[in-house]
């Protein structure tokens, strides 16, 4: 099996600066795109920011430079680095990545479990 674990999450004043991280972890044999999303009550949950295998990323308008996303694939971990942050942002943010495992044919998606950021004074 394979699990995602987001960290990093937590209260931060409007302007701070917050680094999520997604590690991956169990029986892996290819990670491809990973994907951080964010979600408030009541709203459909948005893709905030991409990075592929070869490290091309793409980013929603809202949070372009602001927020960069960054992988260390000796480690099957991604980084979402949040700068000038705003109390918008405040949302449980969660990582998907798209998987393939030794022995299966074909690509999973996986999900982690969500870590919350609050930006608030």
């Known amino acids: 099996q394979v699990q995602l674990v987001e960290s990093g999450g937590g209260l931060v004043q409007p302007g701070g600066s917050l680094r999520l991280s997604c590690a991956a972890s169990g029986s892996i044999f290819t990670i491809y795109a990973i994907t951080w999303y964010r979600q408030v009550p009541g709203k459909q949950r948005e893709s905030v920011a991409s990075i592929t295998s070869g490290g091309n990323t793409n980013s929603a308008d809202s949070v372009k430079g602001r927020f960069t996303i960054s992988r260390d694939n000796a480690k099957n971990t991604v980084y979402l680095q949040m700068n000038s942050l705003k109390p918008e942002d405040t949302a449980v943010y969660y990582c998907?990545?798209?998987?393939?495992?030794?022995?299966?044919?074909?690509?999973?998606?996986?999900w982690g479990q969500g870590t919350q950021v609050t930006v608030s004074s």
């Open positions: 998907s990545a798209a998987i393939s495992r030794p022995g299966i044919v074909g690509v999973e998606y996986y």
